[in-house]
C-alpha cells in the first residue's frame, strides 16, 4: 500500500486552458501533518539538545537559564515547524496575475467561496484552487513524455504528463533514444526508470504513425497522484526517492502508457472529459455537491471508475482489476513498499532479510525483488495457489474462445500447471511430473501468479501431514472474525474450533518429540485428506510458519583427545622406526668399509638425513672442524632422541599443515562453523567421528556434512545432497553425539 497517497487527479489542457476535470475521493485533506526538520526533543528541559541550548545560551553553569525554566513546556510548540500558508488560502500567496486563465466559467472570489461551501468543492482542492494547481500540473511541452515531480508544501504530484502534436493531432512518437549512442547523456539514458517517450515506442508497435481521425480540442492530459510528503526524519537516506520511483513506475507510468494509446487510437481520453465535464456542469448549475457529481461520474466514465478502483486498492493494498476502453488491466505496489518511510526497528524481525543474497532477488526479477518480501525461489520450495474471484479464474480465461489457435497449446500446458500444483509437491517435482525446465518454464509461471497474487511460495508440506508447524507471531484479522470464517468453512465436529486448534500447534512446539501436526493435531488417518484443506486455509491466510531442521557439527572433548592421541603414537611409531632404520644403515656402513675414521666426510651416510638435520650435522662438523665419529649404538648422526621426534614433527608439518598446537587445537568441545570448508585439523576430527561405523553410513556423512553449517534447511540438504528424508535421519542417528540441531 501507500499510506502516503491522498488523491488521484485526472489534468488536461486545451484552448481554454488548464483543468482538473476529475479527481478521487471527492473529499481530501485540506491540511497536512507538520514535518520537523531534526528530532524533536523530550519536554524534560535538562535533555534539551544542543542547538536550543546554543540558542539560549547564558553564563549558567548548567547551561539552561533560569528564567526558562518555567516557560519551557510552553515554548516547546516553538520548536515545531509550521506551515505559514496553514490558516488561510494558499493560493493567495501568488499573485492573481500569475494564475492560468479558468477553463470554467465558475466563481473563484474570497466572498464566495465563504457563502457557497457547495461551489467550494468544485473549486478548492488541498486548500488551493482547482485553477492554480491545474496550472502547476500543466507543464510546457518540452516538460511532458517524461517524469513529472512537483512539491509545494507538504504535498508531493507525481505523474507522466503527455501532449498531442503541434498539429493538434494525437500520434505515437518515434524513438528518440539510438542504441550505442555515445555522450555524457548516454549513462544518463541507461537509468532504470522508464525514459520519456519510451511507452509511445513499446505500446505503439506497428501503429506508431496511427492518429485520430480528425484534429483534437484535448492538448495535453496528466494522470496526478497526490502524496503527502514522508517524514525525511523517519527513513534512511534515500529510501523517499526509491518510493517515489517505484509509484511512478508502478502506477503513474503504466495508466499514462495505456491512457495515451488508447487516445492515439480511438480519441478515448478526450470523449471521457467531455462526458465528464457535461456531467460536471449539470451538477454544478443544480447546486448539487461535488460527492454526488463524483459518484455519478463512475457511470458515465471508465477513467473515473478506474481511478476509484485504483486508489482504493492502493490504500487496502491490494491489487487494482481495472477497464480502460474495454482494455483490461491489473496495477498494484509492492506490499511492503511503505516500510521505506520506517526505521529499521520497526520491522518484524523474522523478514529481515529474507532474500539471504542478490542471487534470490535476481531470480524473482526487478519487479518482484523490492518490496515483497518474498521467501527466496528455490526448487525445493511449494507454490500455493490462492482463492480468487470467479471472473478472474485463470481457468476460464484460459478455456474461453478469446484464447487464438496458436495460443491453445500453450494455455492447456498452463492448465496442466494449476492442475498439478500441490503444497506437498516441490517446484523440482512439478517440473519433473510437466516434463518442463525448472528456470525457463517453472519459475516464469511462478514469477506471474506470485506477482497477480493468484498464488503464493510456501514451504513444501509433507503428504501425510508430517511437518512441524509454529503459529504466525501478528494476525491479519481479529481472532473473532478468524474464528467464525473457520467454524464456517469446516463445521464438522472433528474438526475443533480454530482457538483450540492454534492452542495445540502452540503446545506442540515445547515437546522434543512427536511434535509435528499429524502426532498432535490429526492422529487419524482418516482424517488427512479433511486436515489437508485445514492446513492450506490456515496457510492462505499466514496463520502458520513452518520449521526447518538446521544441524550443526560439534567436536567434543573426548574426539578432540582421542585425535591427539591417535597423532602422537603415529609420531612416536615413526620415530622409532627412523632410528631402528639409521642404525641398520650405520651398521651396513660399518660392515661394507672399514674403520669409519678412514673414510672422508663424503662417504658419511647423508642420504639417510633430513634436510635439517642434514644442515645440523654441518653446522656441528664446521665448528668441531671434523666430523663427528658414530658411536657404538651406529647412531652417528643425533646426539638427542628428541632430535629425532622434532625432526619427524617437521617432515610431518611440510606434508600437510594440519594446525597442531594453534589457536583451534584446544581439547574444549567446539562447534565446526563450515563443514565445507574445513581446516586441516577439522577435517581430521570430521574422519575421526566415522571410526567404528559402517562403511556405507561413513560414506554418506562425508558427502553431507558439508551442508551441516546451522544455515541450510533439511529440505535443502534433501534436494541438494539427492536424499531422502529417511536416510538423513539414519545419518543423525548413527552421529547423534556429534550433530547439534534446531528447529526454526
Known amino acids: 500500500m501507500a499510506e502516503t497517497l491522498l488523491a488521484i487527479l485526472l489534468v488536461t489542457s486545451s484552448a481554454k486552458g488548464p483543468n482538473v476535470v476529475y479527481r478521487w475521493p471527492p473529499s481530501v485533506e485540506s491540511t497536512s501533518r507538520p514535518r520537523l526538520s531534526r528530532p524533536r526533543p523530550p519536554l524534560d528541559a535538562l535533555e534539551l539538545d544542543n542547538p536550543w ?59 464566495r467561496r465563504e457563502f457557497d461551501p457547495v461551489a467550494n468543492e468544485y473549486q478548492y482542492l488541498f486548500n488551493y484552487t482547482a485553477q492554480f494547481l491545474a496550472g502547476m500540473l500543466c507543464p510546457q511541452r518540452h516538460l511532458c513524455h517524461q517524469k513529472f515531480g512537483l512539491v509545494i508544501d ?31 547523456g548516454s549513462r544518463h539514458r541507461e537509468s532504470s526508470l522508464p525514459e520519456k517517450d519510451s511507452f509511445e515506442v513499446s505500446l505503439g508497435g506497428d501503429i506508431r504513425s496511427t492518429t485520430t481521425a480528425k484534429s483534437s480540442w484535448l492538448h495535453m492530459f496528466h494522470i496526478v497522484l497526490v502524496l503527502d510528503l514522508p517524514d525525511p526524519s523517519s527513513s534512511a537516506s534515500g529510501n523517499i526517492a526509491r518510493y517515489f520511483d517505484t509509484i511512478y513506475e508502478q502506477i503513474a507510468f503504466t495508466v499514462t502508457a495505456v491512457l495515451f494509446q488508447e487516445q492515439v487510437l480511438s480519441n478515448f481520453v478526450e470523449m471521457e ?18 460527492s454526488d457529481f463524483a459518484s455519478h461520474a463512475q457511470r458515465v466514465s471508465s477513467i473515473a471508475t478506474a481511478m476509484k478502483i485504483l ?49 534470490d532477488s535476481q531470480l524473482w526479477g526487478r519487479e518482484l ?84 497474487r493468484r498464488a503464493k511460495i510456501v514451504d513444501t508440506v509433507h503428504n501425510g501431514l508430517k511437518t512441524i508447524f509454529s503459529l504466525a507471531p501478528k494476525l491479519d484479522k481479529p481472532l473473532s472474525v478468524l474464528a467464525t470464517e473457520f467454524k464456517r468453512d469446516f463445521p464438522q465436529p472433528s474438526i475443533p474450533p480454530l482457538p483450540t486448534l492454534m492452542a495445540t500447534i502452540s503446545n506442540s512446539n515445547s515437546k522434543q518429540a512427536d511434535n509435528h501436526f499429524f502426532a498432535t493435531v490429526v492422529q487419524s488417518k482418516d482424517l488427512i485428506s479433511l486436515y489437508h484443506e485445514v492446513v492450506l486455509w490456515m496457510l492462505k491466510r499466514d496463520l502458520l510458519i513452518t520449521l526447518h531442521l538446521h544441524v550443526r557439527v560439534v567436536t567434543t572433548a573426548e574426539l578432540k583427545v582421542s585425535v591427539r592421541q591417535a597423532h602422537e603414537r603415529k609420531l612416536e611409531q615413526r620415530a622409532s622406526n627412523h632410528l631402528s632404520e639409521r642404525r641398520r644403515s650405520s651398521r651396513r656402513g660399518d660392515h661394507g668399509a672399514g ?16 634436510p635439517k638435520a642434514t644442515r645440523r650435522y654441518s653446522r656441528r662438523s664446521m665448528d668441531s672442524g671434523q666430523s663427528k665419529p658414530s658411536d657404538a649404538s651406529g647412531s652417528i648422526l643425533l646426539e638427542d632422541p628428541e632430535d629425532v621426534f622434532e625432526e619427524i614433527s617437521d617432515e610431518d608439518s611440510g606434508e600437510e599443515n594440519i594446525g597442531w598446537g594453534s589457536s583451534e587445537d584446544t581439547l574444549e568441545p567446539s562447534m565446526i562453523s563450515d563443514p565445507g570448508t574445513a581446516s586441516p585439523l577439522e577435517r581430521k576430527w570430521l574422519a575421526a567421528m566415522s571410526e567404528g561405523k559402517d562403511e556405507y553410513i561413513a560414506r554418506r556423512f562425508a558427502l553431507i556434512n558439508q551442508y551441516f553449517d546451522g544455515k541450510r534447511t533439511d529440505d535443502e540438504i534433501l534436494y541438494t545432497a ?5 536416510q538423513l535421519r539414519e545419518v543423525l542417528h548413527h552421529y547423534e553425539e556429534y550433530v547439534g540441531y534446531t528447529l526454526r
Open 273 to 290: 472529459c467531455d462526458a465528464i465535464g457535461s456531467l460536471e456542469t449539470e451538477y454544478m448549475v443544480k447546486g448539487e455537491r461535488f
Open 53 to 111: 541550548r546554543a540558542a539560549h545560551y547564558s553564563d549558567n553553569p548548567n547551561g539552561l537559564p533560569e528564567t526558562h525554566m518555567q516557560g519551557t513546556v510552553d515554548e516547546i510548540d516553538d520548536y515545531t515547524w509550521r506551515r505559514p500558508t496553514e490558516s488561510r488560502d494558499r493560493s493567495m500567496s501568488f499573485s492573481r496575475s500569475t494564475l492560468p486563465a479558468s477553463g470554467r466559467d465558475s466563481p473563484c472570489n474570497e466572498e
Open 154 to 184: 507538504n504535498l508531493v504530484f507525481i505523474g507522466h504528463p503527455v501532449f498531442a502534436e503541434p498539429d493538434g493531432m494525437w500520434r505515437f512518437k518515434p524513438e528518440r533514444y539510438k542504441p550505442g549512442s555515445r555522450g555524457r
Open 595 to 610: 674403520d669409519a675414521h678412514e673414510h672422508p666426510r663424503g662417504s658419511m651416510p647423508w642420504l639417510s638425513l633430513s
Open 311 to 359: 486508489y482504493d486498492a492502493i490504500k487496502s493494498s491490494n491489487m487494482a482489476h481495472i477497464t480502460l476502453n474495454d482494455l483490461p488491466l491489473e496495477l498494484q505496489l509492492p506490499p511492503y513498499l511503505d516500510h521505506l518511510l520506517h526505521s529499521e526497528e520497526e520491522f518484524e524481525p523474522e523478514f529481515i532479510g529474507r532474500l539471504e543474497n542478490q542471487t
Open 722 to 726: 539427492e536424499i531422502s528424508r529417511k
Open 369 to 452: 525483488g523490492f518490496g515483497w518480501r518474498l521467501p527466496a525461489l528455490v526448487p525445493w520450495k511449494s507454490l500455493l495457489l490462492l482463492d480468487t474471484d470467479q471472473e478472474l479464474d485463470p481457468y476460464v480465461n484460459l478455456r474461453g474462445s478469446h484464447v487464438h489457435a496458436d495460443e491453445r497449446s500453450l494455455a492447456e500446458g498452463l492448465i496442466k500447471f494449476l492442475e498439478t500444483v500441490s503444497v506437498t509437491l516441490s517446484l523440482a517435482d512439478m517440473a519433473s511430473l510437466l516434463d518442463w525446465d525448472l528456470h525457463s518454464q517453472i519459475y516464469p509461471t511462478v514469477r506471474w501468479l506470485v506477482h497477480h
